[in-house]
Protein backbone atom coordinates (compact mmCIF):
# COMPACT_ATOMS: atom_id res chain seq x y z
CA UNK A 1 0.00 0.00 0.00
CA UNK A 2 0.77 3.55 -0.68
CA UNK A 3 1.45 5.89 1.65
CA UNK A 4 1.32 9.53 -0.02
CA UNK A 5 -0.69 11.86 2.60
CA UNK A 6 -1.32 15.63 1.99
CA UNK A 7 -2.02 17.54 4.93
CA UNK A 8 -3.75 20.94 5.00
CA UNK A 9 -3.98 23.11 7.96
CA UNK A 10 -5.93 26.35 7.91
CA UNK A 11 -4.65 28.94 10.44
CA UNK A 12 -5.17 32.43 11.56
CA UNK A 13 -2.81 34.14 13.89
CA UNK A 14 -1.19 31.09 15.34
CA UNK A 15 2.17 32.02 15.90
CA UNK A 16 2.02 30.92 19.69
CA UNK A 17 1.64 27.15 18.50
CA UNK A 18 2.47 27.13 14.98
CA UNK A 19 6.33 26.13 14.97
CA UNK A 20 5.67 22.96 17.54
CA UNK A 21 2.92 22.33 15.02
CA UNK A 22 6.06 22.45 12.17
CA UNK A 23 8.49 20.88 14.22
CA UNK A 24 5.92 17.42 14.83
CA UNK A 25 5.40 17.43 11.20
CA UNK A 26 8.86 17.44 9.67
CA UNK A 27 9.96 15.17 12.57
CA UNK A 28 7.29 12.38 11.03
CA UNK A 29 9.26 9.19 10.37
CA UNK A 30 6.68 9.38 7.06
CA UNK A 31 6.94 12.75 5.57
CA UNK A 32 3.67 14.42 3.67
CA UNK A 33 3.68 14.25 0.13
CA UNK A 34 2.29 18.32 0.60
CA UNK A 35 1.53 19.81 3.13
CA UNK A 36 -0.25 23.24 2.56
CA UNK A 37 -0.51 26.09 5.78
CA UNK A 38 -2.98 28.29 5.19
CA UNK A 39 -2.83 31.24 6.39
CA UNK A 40 -6.56 32.63 6.60
CA UNK A 41 -5.58 36.74 7.19
CA UNK A 42 -3.32 36.45 9.16
CA UNK A 43 -1.88 39.37 11.08
CA UNK A 44 0.53 38.19 13.59
CA UNK A 45 4.06 36.40 12.87
CA UNK A 46 2.52 33.38 11.26
CA UNK A 47 3.66 34.02 7.82
CA UNK A 48 7.14 34.50 8.74
CA UNK A 49 7.37 31.37 10.94
CA UNK A 50 6.10 28.85 8.15
CA UNK A 51 8.52 30.46 5.68
CA UNK A 52 11.16 30.38 7.84
CA UNK A 53 10.51 26.18 6.94
CA UNK A 54 9.86 26.34 3.34
CA UNK A 55 13.39 26.58 1.95
CA UNK A 56 14.80 23.40 4.22
CA UNK A 57 11.40 21.40 3.57
CA UNK A 58 9.54 21.64 0.15
CA UNK A 59 7.06 20.16 0.99
CA UNK A 60 6.01 23.21 3.01
CA UNK A 61 3.49 25.47 1.02
CA UNK A 62 2.41 28.80 2.58
CA UNK A 63 -0.83 29.57 1.28
CA UNK A 64 -2.05 33.21 2.56
CA UNK A 65 -5.42 34.55 2.01
CA UNK A 66 -6.46 38.00 2.73
CA UNK A 67 -7.23 39.60 6.26
CA UNK A 68 -11.07 39.06 6.85
CA UNK A 69 -13.00 41.00 9.89
CA UNK A 70 -15.80 38.95 10.91
CA UNK A 71 -15.29 35.88 12.49
CA UNK A 72 -17.49 33.08 10.78
CA UNK A 73 -17.37 29.14 11.78
CA UNK A 74 -17.23 28.61 7.82
CA UNK A 75 -14.65 30.20 7.72
CA UNK A 76 -11.74 26.98 8.39
CA UNK A 77 -13.94 24.84 6.08
CA UNK A 78 -13.33 27.34 3.14
CA UNK A 79 -9.61 27.84 4.02
CA UNK A 80 -9.48 24.18 4.27
CA UNK A 81 -10.68 24.08 0.08
CA UNK A 82 -8.76 26.73 -0.76
CA UNK A 83 -5.70 25.16 -0.10
CA UNK A 84 -7.41 21.22 -1.75
CA UNK A 85 -7.60 23.41 -4.78
CA UNK A 86 -3.75 23.64 -4.84
CA UNK A 87 -3.30 20.01 -4.19
CA UNK A 88 -6.61 18.11 -5.83
CA UNK A 89 -5.03 16.94 -9.14
CA UNK A 90 -1.66 15.63 -7.65
CA UNK A 91 -1.25 12.03 -6.91
CA UNK A 92 -2.24 10.94 -3.41
CA UNK A 93 -3.84 8.73 -1.45
CA UNK A 94 -5.11 10.23 1.97
CA UNK A 95 -5.58 13.62 2.52
CA UNK A 96 -5.89 15.41 5.85
CA UNK A 97 -6.78 18.25 8.01
CA UNK A 98 -4.38 19.38 10.71
CA UNK A 99 -4.95 22.10 13.65
CA UNK A 100 -2.36 24.78 13.42
CA UNK A 101 -2.34 24.13 17.92
CA UNK A 102 -1.23 20.34 17.45
CA UNK A 103 1.71 17.89 18.07
CA UNK A 104 2.13 13.48 18.09
CA UNK A 105 4.68 11.24 18.22
CA UNK A 106 7.24 11.07 15.74
CA UNK A 107 5.64 8.00 14.22
CA UNK A 108 1.89 8.78 14.46
CA UNK A 109 1.61 9.39 10.75
CA UNK A 110 3.18 5.98 9.68
CA UNK A 111 0.94 3.98 12.41
CA UNK A 112 -2.14 6.26 11.52
CA UNK A 113 -1.47 5.17 7.94
CA UNK A 114 -0.82 1.27 9.06
CA UNK A 115 -4.49 1.56 10.26
CA UNK A 116 -5.98 2.34 7.17
CA UNK A 117 -3.72 -0.94 5.55
CA UNK A 118 -5.23 -3.28 7.87
CA UNK A 119 -8.50 -1.97 7.28
CA UNK A 120 -10.16 -1.36 3.56
CA UNK A 121 -13.21 0.22 4.76
CA UNK A 122 -11.44 2.98 7.19
CA UNK A 123 -12.42 6.39 5.13
CA UNK A 124 -11.97 8.50 7.78
CA UNK A 125 -9.42 8.53 11.39
CA UNK A 126 -7.19 9.78 14.03
CA UNK A 127 -5.89 9.72 17.32
CA UNK A 128 -7.68 11.14 20.68
CA UNK A 129 -6.52 14.54 21.98
CA UNK A 130 -4.80 15.11 24.96
CA UNK A 131 -5.64 18.95 26.72
CA UNK A 132 -3.39 20.61 29.03
CA UNK A 133 -5.42 20.57 32.79
CA UNK A 134 -2.88 21.98 35.44
CA UNK A 135 0.12 22.00 33.11
CA UNK A 136 -0.27 18.13 32.42
CA UNK A 137 -1.80 16.91 28.95
CA UNK A 138 -4.84 14.65 30.05
CA UNK A 139 -7.23 12.63 27.67
CA UNK A 140 -9.61 14.62 26.77
CA UNK A 141 -13.28 13.70 28.48
CA UNK A 142 -15.40 13.96 25.00
CA UNK A 143 -12.85 11.43 23.21
CA UNK A 144 -14.79 8.55 21.70
CA UNK A 145 -13.59 5.84 19.24
CA UNK A 146 -16.35 6.44 16.73
CA UNK A 147 -15.85 10.09 16.40
CA UNK A 148 -12.50 11.63 15.04
CA UNK A 149 -11.34 15.00 16.23
CA UNK A 150 -11.85 18.04 13.34
CA UNK A 151 -7.47 18.92 14.64
CA UNK A 152 -6.81 15.94 13.38
CA UNK A 153 -8.77 13.84 10.80
CA UNK A 154 -7.44 11.89 7.98
CA UNK A 155 -8.97 10.63 5.47
CA UNK A 156 -9.26 8.06 2.23
CA UNK A 157 -8.91 10.02 -0.55
CA UNK A 158 -11.67 7.74 -2.50
CA UNK A 159 -13.58 8.53 0.87
CA UNK A 160 -13.36 12.42 1.00
CA UNK A 161 -13.99 12.57 -2.56
CA UNK A 162 -17.32 10.43 -2.22
CA UNK A 163 -18.63 12.77 0.49
CA UNK A 164 -17.79 15.81 -1.63
CA UNK A 165 -14.93 17.46 0.66
CA UNK A 166 -15.95 19.79 3.45
CA UNK A 167 -18.94 21.84 3.76
CA UNK A 168 -18.40 25.08 5.31
CA UNK A 169 -21.63 25.88 8.13
CA UNK A 170 -22.31 28.65 9.81
CA UNK A 171 -22.15 27.56 13.06
CA UNK A 172 -19.62 24.99 12.73
CA UNK A 173 -19.60 20.98 12.74
CA UNK A 174 -18.54 20.65 9.24
CA UNK A 175 -15.93 17.68 10.89
CA UNK A 176 -19.17 16.02 11.91
CA UNK A 177 -21.08 16.20 8.79
CA UNK A 178 -18.29 14.95 7.00
CA UNK A 179 -17.59 12.27 9.34
CA UNK A 180 -21.31 10.84 9.12
CA UNK A 181 -21.43 11.56 5.46
CA UNK A 182 -18.70 8.70 5.46
CA UNK A 183 -20.25 6.19 7.17
CA UNK A 184 -23.60 6.98 5.32
CA UNK A 185 -21.44 6.03 2.21
CA UNK A 186 -20.90 3.05 3.79
CA UNK A 187 -17.04 4.07 5.39
CA UNK A 188 -15.89 3.24 8.96
CA UNK A 189 -14.62 6.08 10.78
CA UNK A 190 -12.61 5.66 13.61
CA UNK A 191 -10.15 6.98 16.78
CA UNK A 192 -7.97 5.31 18.06
CA UNK A 193 -7.39 5.65 22.06
CA UNK A 194 -3.16 4.48 21.13
CA UNK A 195 -2.66 7.70 19.03
CA UNK A 196 -2.11 10.46 21.49
CA UNK A 197 -2.22 14.20 19.82
CA UNK A 198 -1.32 16.72 22.23
CA UNK A 199 -4.36 20.11 21.79
CA UNK A 200 -1.92 22.66 22.65
CA UNK A 201 -4.81 25.28 22.54
CA UNK A 202 -7.97 24.08 24.57
CA UNK A 203 -11.27 23.46 22.24
CA UNK A 204 -12.60 26.35 21.77
CA UNK A 205 -10.65 28.28 23.67
CA UNK A 206 -10.00 30.84 20.36
CA UNK A 207 -13.99 32.35 20.95
CA UNK A 208 -13.31 33.76 24.63
CA UNK A 209 -15.83 33.09 26.99
CA UNK A 210 -16.84 29.65 27.75
CA UNK A 211 -20.57 29.88 27.70
CA UNK A 212 -21.02 31.31 23.94
CA UNK A 213 -19.29 28.28 22.03
CA UNK A 214 -21.12 25.84 24.26
CA UNK A 215 -24.91 28.13 23.02
CA UNK A 216 -23.40 28.29 19.75
CA UNK A 217 -22.88 24.67 19.35
CA UNK A 218 -26.01 24.03 20.42
CA UNK A 219 -27.61 25.92 18.04
CA UNK A 220 -25.30 24.14 15.54
CA UNK A 221 -26.20 20.86 16.60
CA UNK A 222 -30.31 21.78 15.75
CA UNK A 223 -29.57 23.16 11.98
CA UNK A 224 -27.54 19.53 11.52
CA UNK A 225 -30.84 17.82 12.39
CA UNK A 226 -29.67 16.21 15.97
CA UNK A 227 -32.77 14.32 17.51
CA UNK A 228 -34.23 16.07 20.50
CA UNK A 229 -34.06 13.33 22.99
CA UNK A 230 -29.97 12.39 22.13
CA UNK A 231 -29.57 16.40 22.60
CA UNK A 232 -31.15 16.37 25.97
CA UNK A 233 -28.94 13.33 27.03
CA UNK A 234 -26.09 14.60 25.48
CA UNK A 235 -26.35 17.77 27.63
CA UNK A 236 -27.12 16.26 30.46
CA UNK A 237 -24.09 13.87 30.05
CA UNK A 238 -22.02 17.07 30.21
CA UNK A 239 -22.49 18.37 33.52
CA UNK A 240 -19.07 17.15 33.93
CA UNK A 241 -17.53 19.78 31.90
CA UNK A 242 -16.45 22.74 32.53
CA UNK A 243 -18.06 25.05 33.47
CA UNK A 244 -19.81 22.90 35.56
CA UNK A 245 -23.65 22.55 34.90
CA UNK A 246 -23.76 25.85 33.19
CA UNK A 247 -22.48 23.73 30.13
CA UNK A 248 -25.10 21.91 30.13
CA UNK A 249 -27.82 24.52 29.92
CA UNK A 250 -25.56 26.90 27.68
CA UNK A 251 -25.61 24.00 24.84
CA UNK A 252 -29.54 23.06 25.60
CA UNK A 253 -30.51 26.87 25.28
CA UNK A 254 -28.98 27.22 22.15
CA UNK A 255 -30.65 24.15 20.89
CA UNK A 256 -33.82 25.33 21.77
CA UNK A 257 -33.49 29.12 20.56
CA UNK A 258 -32.88 27.96 17.28
CA UNK A 259 -35.72 25.16 16.99
CA UNK A 260 -38.31 27.81 18.24
CA UNK A 261 -36.70 30.61 15.54
CA UNK A 262 -37.01 27.43 12.82
CA UNK A 263 -33.02 28.36 11.50
CA UNK A 264 -32.57 27.04 8.60
CA UNK A 265 -31.00 23.26 7.92
CA UNK A 266 -27.61 23.09 6.89
CA UNK A 267 -27.96 19.87 5.72
CA UNK A 268 -30.40 17.43 3.41
CA UNK A 269 -33.41 15.38 4.88
CA UNK A 270 -31.91 12.20 4.21
CA UNK A 271 -28.64 13.27 6.37
CA UNK A 272 -31.02 14.36 9.18
CA UNK A 273 -32.71 11.06 8.83
CA UNK A 274 -29.79 8.89 9.05
CA UNK A 275 -28.38 10.68 11.94
CA UNK A 276 -31.42 10.74 14.03
CA UNK A 277 -31.46 7.18 13.30
CA UNK A 278 -28.06 6.44 14.34
CA UNK A 279 -27.94 8.87 17.76
CA UNK A 280 -31.26 6.76 18.90
CA UNK A 281 -29.24 3.87 18.17
CA UNK A 282 -26.48 5.28 20.48
CA UNK A 283 -29.13 5.96 23.21
CA UNK A 284 -29.86 2.49 23.49
CA UNK A 285 -26.05 1.07 24.84
CA UNK A 286 -26.12 4.80 26.43
CA UNK A 287 -23.00 5.95 23.52
CA UNK A 288 -24.02 9.63 23.99
CA UNK A 289 -21.37 12.46 24.42
Not at 64 to 74: A, C, M, S, T, V
Not at 120 to 130: D, H, R, S
Amino acid sequence: MKNRYILITPAKDEEKYIETTIKSIVSQTVAPLKWIIVSDGSTDKTNDIVKSYTGKYPFIQLLGLPPRKERNFGAQARAFNKGYELVKNLDFDFIGNLDADISYDPDYMEKILKKFEENGKLGLAGGFIYEKDRGVFKNRSVNRTWSIANAVQLFRKQCFEEIGGYQPIKYGGHDWVAETKARIKGWEAQSFPELKVCHHRRTNAAEGSALGPLYRQGKMDYTLGSHPLFEIVKCFRRFYVRPYIFSTFARLCGFTVAAIKHEERAVSPEFMEYLKKEQLGRLKFFKVY
